[in-house]
């Protein structure tokens, strides 16, 4: 039976994955918006395009709901991961995927490819990097004033940029009210993936999302590792440590030579068609 798109959730952060090598489609600004709109489309978090076969590697696109293209998504690349699982198109548990924001290594943990274990890369801090706009520095326990109020801010780039806030108090009614004046703040020349920081212990932290081209976000894999990696580069917290979100539990391990690892589960909710309406629509 003909399949034009999958969708999967990685704790409640879902993706429609669309395979060119199944359906061919012209996956233009308007039509990835149509499609990810949760009234008049399929509705998701964003699309995962591929994979691309480049000699031997296997290449990502990964498309948020307002058409712009990310360099790097933790649980689109999970997400992603399962699909090829699911697919047949790997033969082992580990491989690795090329993305926009660069390498990265993934390991199936379980029979099912339900759980899944990703090296992310390394972060960095440096504002020429990120991008942070100012002299060339670390970007670590700023301060930046959003409606002439300050908050200590610490920013990184994994392959994608991010702005981290600890906070003694957090929720989601405050991080859709900061998170789009930081995403689009002029200190960001690129624009910012924003997560407000809550720590528990030294094992765990807690983190509300705003994510740069598709808003308030359940949960999200390159958002953990941001907060997880900005809380250790402050002292706050040890090397191995669990990141709660609304949408459930990923844990982090920040190793000695700069890697971050992020382990978490993916779940299958549907296949379809499109319509001969939407076809029209999104030809």
């Known amino acids: 039976m003909k399949v034009d798109y999958y969708k999967y959730h990685a704790l409640g952060n879902d993706y429609i994955v669309i395979d060119p090598n199944k359906t061919r489609i012209n996956l233009t600004e308007e039509n990835i918006k149509l499609i990810c709109h ?4 399929i509705g998701s978090d964003g699309i995962l395009y591929g994979p ?20 790097k998504s933790g649980n689109g690349i999970r997400i992603f991961s399962r699909y090829l699982f699911d697919q047949g198109y ?12 660069g390498k990265v290594f993934v390991t199936i943990l379980d ?17 020429d990097t990120i991008p942070v706009a100012g002299q ?5 326990d700023e301060v930046i004033e959003i409606e002439s109020v300050p908050f200590r801010i610490t920013s990184l780039s994994i392959g994608n940029p991010h702005c981290v806030i600890p906070m003694d108090m957090i929720s989601e ?22 997560q407000l920081l809550k720590v528990i212990d030294r094992k765990n932290i807690k983190i509300e999302i705003w994510e740069r081209g598709a808003g308030y976000t359940l949960a999200s894999g390159s958002s953990s590792c941001a907060a997880a990696s900005a809380a250790y580069k402050l002292g706050l917290v040890d090397n191995e440590l669990k990141v709660h979100m609304p949408g459930g539990i990923i844990e982090i ?8 690892y992020m382990t978490g589960s993916v779940s299958s909710v549907a296949s379809g068609t499109f319509s001969n309406e939407m076809w029209k629509n999104i030809g």
């Open 136 to 140: 060339s520095r670390e970007v670590i």
């Open 90 to 101: 790997i033969k082992t548990n580990c491989f690795s995927l090329d993305t926009l924001g």
């Open 253 to 260: 391990e920040i190793n000695l030579d700069g890697h971050v």
């Open 52 to 71: 691309f076969f480049e000699g031997d590697s296997l290449k990502l696109r990964i498309l948020n709901p307002d058409g712009s293209e990310a360099e």
């Open 111 to 127: 029979e099912k490819g339900k759980l899944i274990k990703v090296d992310m890369g390394t972060v960095t801090f440096l504002s």
């Open 173 to 194: 009614e405050l991080a859709r009210k900061l998170g789009p004046v930081i995403e689009n703040h002029p200190m960001f020349p690129n624009r910012i993936n924003t």
């Open 38 to 41: 949760r009234n008049f489309g």
